[in-house]
């Protein structure tokens, strides 16, 4: 193995350089001996291997700790104790590179986005589709397949996606030779960059239909319908997104379609108030049931139940219907309705009923207002809110 050059060195700054230097240098360096720059230049892609391996190092505090005290002997595979991932031997590969650091050199104005992807031919890819479908509690609590009438864009079915007239209607594309890339200069903040890009006349597939199908002109595609049933689990949640794989727009040329995003909604239910998996129903009773109890109507998902109230009964209180909640989405059991007591206390009262209550608040119970009272409402309404 040939000798391992300094790797300030390589990148050109000081020993006490800081990170930011580092990286610009690192960046220039990369750009320079890109190898969408330098197409079959070996030296080049050598000089960019380089770089990185000494980025990578240069970058990391502890690898350069380490660099800077046993040089490139500290830097071996087992030596460093773990910790080393790269090039241990053999060096990065180009994959790696693009992998690690691609964000560094690429994303500038289109950059040098196709250096990962050049060894293959661009596939087009049909958009995405969103939809929103609105479910109700009782579909929530179930789980429900919807069918979903979707337009959208569809192979065309004379020529099956295609856009050819027949299997011997292609010719190899004269403007990118069949590679399905076309490569342009341009001019950016790094200096003159080499782009490559899908080839526009041919959208990546490298050849041309001779003899277009007559139906959709060579798109290979049509606007169209489809009804799609998408089977929604039960406990999804608002904002909660499905994705169908392939259910969205078809691609041009027989492309990869589209995904379907159905975006779920849900219905607002005055009466069950979801809060995670549990339902929260605000339930009045009557001043005399609180004081005497009784029984009362709740609503559930799919009907109603009936429930007990203890004979002092303060405003405030939290009755759980265990297990009457909505299923959790990943299975993991099921929630409650949680009743949450209110007194109503009647705005207006009758001669009759006015002598009853001041004569009720004469008795000795009726007389002490407690202030404990309050403060266990208080508690409670801590503990229902944790
Ligand atoms: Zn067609
Ligand atoms: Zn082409």
Sequence with gaps: MAEKRDYYEVLGVERNADADTIKKAYRKAAIKHHPDKNP???????????????????SNDDK??????????????????????????GGFSMEDIFEQFGDIFGGF???????????GRAQQRGSDIRITVKLNLQEVAEGVTKKLKINKTVACD?????????????????????????????????????????????GGSGRTIKDKCSKCGGEGTER??????????????????LTVRGKGNAARNGGV?????????EEHNPLLIRDGNDLIHNMNITVTTAILGGEVEVPTIDGKARIKIAPGTHAGKVLRLRGKGLPDVNGYGRGD??????????????????NLVE?????????????????????????FFR
């Design 337 to 354: 309705i949680m009743v949450v007591v209110d007194i109503t206390i009647p705005d207006e009262l009758t001669k009759e009923e006015r």
């Design 64 to 89: 350069r700790a380490r660099y800077d005290r046993f040089g490139h002997a500290g830097m071996g595979g087992a030596a460093g104790g773990g910790g080393f991932s790269g090039f241990s031997g």
């Design 158 to 202: 004379q020529c099956g996606g295609s856009g050819a007239k027949d299997s011997s209607s292609y010719a190899t594309c004269s403007q990118c030779n069949g590679s399905g890339y076309i490569i342009s200069v341009q001019n950016s903040f790094f200096g003159r960059m080499q782009t490559q890009s899908v080839c526009p006349s041919c």
């Design 359 to 383: 004569k009720l608040s004469e008795q000795p119970n009726f007389k002490r207002a407690s202030g404990v009272e309050n403060q266990n409402i208080f508690e409670r309404m801590k503990n």
């Design 40 to 58: 079959g230049n070996k030296e080049a892609e050598e000089k960019f291997k380089e770089a990185a391996e000494a980025y990578d190092v240069l």
């Design 257 to 265: 379609s589209g995904d379907l995003l159905v975006v779920i909604e």
């Design 109 to 119: 104005g289109g950059g040098f986005g196709g250096g990962r992807s050049s060894r």
């Design 224 to 241: 169209g319908q489809e009804i799609i049933e998408v089977k929604i689990p039960a406990g999804v949640a608002d904002g909660m997104v």
